[in-house]
């Protein structure tokens, strides 16, 4: 993979924890590392990560809303169904904590996204989202892994149509046309977490390869690099301050894929490379102390 670099000069102490939203753009459900002392100057690039632990069975279905289906009322309740012998919502996926990626203390969970919106995180089978105007909307899921990588197998991806109130307005989703779903990165970033930050998406309908389809990444209205693989990235090498990350899905002529608004995704990040160290050590000192408390409680309980 040809990658383009752009070299900014910086000097940091890594140091602190991850911001990061799952649903809201603050995390509280994410682990903390404690940071790194780093000199020198830091290339800004985009490297091929690995594919986490991979499950053979899995079988992933939402009940509600159905395709097609009129919701009345002003809030909708998602029947989520996950029908896998290996994947366990809740549940921490083997490695959580070895790859220098956060990762949620609640283990494993749903990426759950409505129309174009930044995804929510979902844990449990069955919950409410409310707030929805009346008319056509877009349902997209996939389960994660616990440091929020998506699944990426056959059977695992949902995306459909639903309506609010009643059925009006032309459906932006054609989910047997190509289709790219932006997951990651989303948020704020601190500390030594800012250091590698992970770019993940779905992809469905379409396969990437060199001589097909593509993502083109931006960073901050630049290319950085084109994507043959689909697997999860990293970026490195963001400076401080507020980042725009961009994809999009382009066909094997090169040209931009067509798919409602879905296919050219952007989302604004912030990277923070230091923090407030001694209030970041004490919160650092609490989350670790509710971590233990709370993995002892769920590896008891058979999760």
């Not at 994660?144 to 990426?152: C, F, M």
């Not at 050590?281 to 309980?301: P, T, V």
Request: one cysteine or more.
């Amino acid at each position: 993979m040809k990658t383009k670099r752009f070299l900014y000069p910086c000097s940091f102490l890594l140091a602190g924890v991850l911001l990061y939203g799952c649903g809201d753009d603050t995390d509280p459900e994410a682990d903390f590392d404690e940071g790194q002392e780093q000199d020198g100057p830091v290339e800004l690039a985009i490297v091929k990560g690995e594919h986490g632990p991979m499950f053979d069975d899995i079988s992933f279905e939402i009940i509600s809303p159905a395709p097609d289906e009129v919701v009345k009322g002003d809030s909708i309740t998602v029947h989520v169904k996950l029908q896998s012998n290996e994947f366990v919502l809740r549940a921490p996926t083997q490695g959580e904590g070895a790859n220098n990626l956060a990762y949620s203390k609640d283990g494993q969970h749903i990426h759950l996204i409505i129309d174009n919106e930044p995804y929510m995180a979902k844990y449990d089978t069955t919950f409410s989202i409310g707030g929805l105007t009346p008319g056509a909307h877009t349902l997209r899921a996939f389960p994660s892994r616990s440091w929020h990588e998506s699944i990426k197998k056959p059977g695992s991806f949902v995306a459909h149509t639903f309506y609010v109130g009643q059925k009006n307005g032309e459906p932006a989703l054609k989910a047997d046309q190509p289709l790219l779903t932006y997951s990651r990165p989303k948020g704020e970033y601190v500390g030594q977490d800012a250091g590698e930050i992970m770019l993940d998406f779905y992809i469905s309908s379409c396969v990437l390869a060199p001589d097909a389809y593509k993502v083109i990444t931006s960073i901050d209205e630049k290319v950085i690099d084109t994507l043959r693989d689909w697997t999860p990235y990293k970026i490195q090498g963001l400076e401080e301050g507020e980042h725009t990350i961009r994809l999009q899905l382009i066909d094997p002529n090169g040209n931009p894929v067509v798919n409602g608004d879905f296919n050219d995704t952007e989302r604004t990040i912030t990277v923070k490379k230091k923090a407030d160290t001694q209030k970041e050590a004490q919160k650092k000192e609490e989350d670790d102390l509710e971590k233990d408390l709370y993995d002892a409680g769920r590896h008891s309980s058979g999760l």
